[in-house]
């Protein structure tokens, strides 16, 4: 859609403030598109807003998503202001339409929200020093501690099975049994990576299936691009990107934010020599997490954290080579052979995870014990 016709018609159907000045695109997320707005009131002053427009394709049913939203953002709203605390920085919030609701369908099928624009903050797409990632961490720790008593099972399964590792292998082996690009011959000492490790895939499902591991309101997309920083103080204020929130493990949530934060290079680098897992910034993630779940961790989770880090790993790059192997339907890609590169780097991490695993263990356990 052109960005005269989302001017035109998208953006005047929600209840903004001020003259609309500018619309550009705006992060780097790899599915929805993102768009911020600025606004100028007759006072001068400015009010910008993040527009959004949600990929259906990967979310099939927007209003299910909306409501999630919705629901766990007011109940975190209640929950900063009856501590003190500045809700409209604190959580998103969904700006309404003049028609009432959040969710906009436009003439084409294609649907919108809308959030208002956190001011003052900073998102990080790498880690620039521990303390940022630690910050993340206590953020995201933060954020399952406060919806601990929110009622789970009132949340859609917007995608079911997202984390669901078995259910990702059986996904993956179909993308190499139909190998619809004729791509797998290229990739198969990746095909191998992953099939080599088939025995751990079930290591969190199967904890969650007999109860040894609780069932969580989770993210489930703990990348540190996800958290907004006060610009002044840097500390993780806001938790973001709530399309995933969903019933889940804790394990989830800390092994994406490993797999993304500790890695010593990016998502995407094609110098595998710079990738490797940082134990000082696991130590640092292992740390804030802790201190944001504040005690809220079974002792199980709390052992289980090394194997959180691995299997989303692990998971991810077999996400990333099953787009790659179907065409690159599902992930946004900027360059030719892009999920490629970005399975390799969750391979080479995994790799180097099994070769600190000893020293995984010892820093949860330092860790658990200095808390
Ligand atoms: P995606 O699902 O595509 O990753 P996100 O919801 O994470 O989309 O948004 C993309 C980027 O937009 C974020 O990384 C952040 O930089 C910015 N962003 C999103 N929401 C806000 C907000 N309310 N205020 C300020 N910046 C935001
Ligand atoms: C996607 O939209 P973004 O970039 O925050 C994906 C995550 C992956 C991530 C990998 C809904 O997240 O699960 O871990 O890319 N989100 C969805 O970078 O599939
Ligand atoms: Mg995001």
Not at 48 to 67: A, C, G, H, M, S
Request: glycine share 6%.
């Amino acid at each position: 859609m052109e960005m005269e016709e989302i001017r035109a018609q998208v953006v005047p159907a929600f209840q903004t403030e001020g003259v609309l000045e500018e619309i550009g695109p705006h992060g780097n997320g790899h599915i929805n598109e993102t768009y911020k707005v600025c606004f100028r009131l007759d006072t001068g002053e400015r009010r910008r807003y993040i527009l959004q427009r949600i990929n259906t394709d990967v979310f099939k049913n927007p209003w299910f998503l909306t409501e999630n939203i919705e629901n766990v953002t007011s109940f975190l709203r209640k929950k900063s202001a009856r501590s003190g605390g500045d809700p409209l920085r604190e959580t998103l919030s969904l700006v309404p339409l003049q028609s009432g609701g959040t969710l906009l369908e436009d003439a084409y099928g294609n649907y919108w929200r809308m959030y208002l624009f956190i001011e003052d903050t900073i998102c990080l797409e790498n880690v620039e020093k521990p303390e940022d990632l630690y910050s993340s961490a206590f953020a995201f720790g933060n954020f399952q501690r406060l919806l601990a008593d929110f009622p789970a099972a009132s949340l859609h399964e917007v995608i079911p099975n997202f984390h669901h590792t078995p259910s990702r292998y059986e996904d993956f082996n179909q993308a190499v049994r139909e190998d619809v690009c004729g791509r797998a011959e290229r990739v198969a000492e990746e095909i191998r990576f992953i099939r080599e490790r088939e025995a751990d895939l079930s290591a969190i499902s199967a904890c969650l299936a007999d109860g040894s591991l609780p069932l969580r309101v989770t993210h489930n997309d703990t990348k540190l691009n996800n958290i907004l920083f006060d610009a002044v103080t840097g500390k993780g204020i806001c938790v973001i990107d709530l399309d995933t929130v969903m019933p889940g493990s804790a394990l989830y949530d800390f092994g994406d934010a490993i797999r993304f934060g500790a890695s010593t290079g990016a998502e995407d680098e094609k110098d595998l020599d710079q990738i490797s897992c940082s134990l000082e910034l696991f130590e640092a993630y292992t740390r804030g997490y802790l201190k944001g779940c504040d005690g809220s961790l079974t002792e199980q989770e709390i052992h289980m954290l090394p194997m959180g880090a691995k299997l989303m790993t692990l998971e991810c790059g077999m996400r990333f080579l099953t787009d790659y192997l179907q065409g690159d339907t599902y992930f946004r890609i900027h360059r030719e052979e892009h999920n490629l590169d970005r399975a390799r780097t969750q391979f080479k991490l995994v790799r180097d995870m099994e070769e600190k695993w000893e020293e995984m263990v010892k820093i949860v356990e330092r860790v658990r014990e200095s808390d």
